[in-house]
């Protein structure tokens, strides 16, 4: 598993990763150290399949001290967070090299595994993560909650809109002139759509489509048709 360094990559990663262990195959988590150590600790029960490897992030001009994420820079310095990352082709291909890999599975920005993973005889598939439109406020499975919207780029604002529109979601209000927000429109996002009465048609509405969030018999058939297709490749 080698995904972006985005955490809302790493964390979907990460449980796919879980849910291929759990069918008894084993599985290396590949980042760097910094993100390892913020990621959740791994299974006890799985410890003996799955695994993280740390590869250290090369430093390149521009790029601050410790930073090894995009939670960890402004959208301007990603560029260089990118560079870095494509630095890693080296070192991920000394680790493929003294590995017993059968198949990677990479995130959308390093175009290099696949030729590098041929070389060695490995197989590779790209698994991609739908973008994270906005930040969301889920709750745990069993209790889906209303998302609270707060876009940055992209085509983010899009597809928030269309979350909103459908009364699922509600957007942080921002200055209209700069695009800002503060903390307390925030926390008033969240007491709205959580437990004010003007809030409850968010609440509703999210219960109406959990089923297409919160379906493990589904879950685990992509992860079944997922597997079996590596199996037979």
């Not at 609440?203 to 079944?224: L, P, S």
Request: some cysteine.
């Amino acid at each position: 598993m080698f995904p972006w360094l985005a955490f809302g990559h790493m964390i979907p990663y990460l449980e796919l990763a879980k849910l291929i262990a759990q069918n008894g195959h084993k599985v290396t988590f590949i980042s760097t150290p910094r993100n390892i150590n913020r990621l959740p600790k791994l299974p006890q029960n799985l410890t003996t399949l799955l695994k993280y490897v740390n590869l250290p992030l090369p430093r390149v001009d521009n790029l601050p001290e410790n930073v090894e994420a995009t939670t960890d820079v402004t959208y301007d310095v990603v560029p260089y967070l990118k560079k870095a990352f494509d630095l890693l082709q080296q070192p991920f291909a000394q680790f493929l090299e003294s590995s017993n890999a059968d198949w990677v599975l990479f995130d959308f920005i390093p175009f290099w595994v696949p030729s590098v993973a041929s070389k060695l005889g490995i197989k590779t598939a790209f698994y991609s993560i739908f973008p994270a439109p906005l930040m969301g406020f889920l709750g745990s499975p069993l209790c889906l909650k209303p998302l609270v919207l707060l876009t940055f780029l992209a085509d983010q604002g899009i597809n928030a809109r269309v979350v909103e529109e459908k009364k699922m979601g509600y957007s942080v209000p921002r200055n209209e002139l700069d695009g800002s927000f503060t903390s307390d429109a925030v926390a008033e996002s969240v007491r709205l759509v959580m437990v004010e009465e003007e809030g409850r048609v968010y609440r509703e509405n999210i219960k109406k489509v959990k089923h297409f969030f919160v379906n493990e018999e589904r879950q685990e058939r992509y992860v079944d048709e997922l597997l079996s297709h590596l199996r037979s490749h």
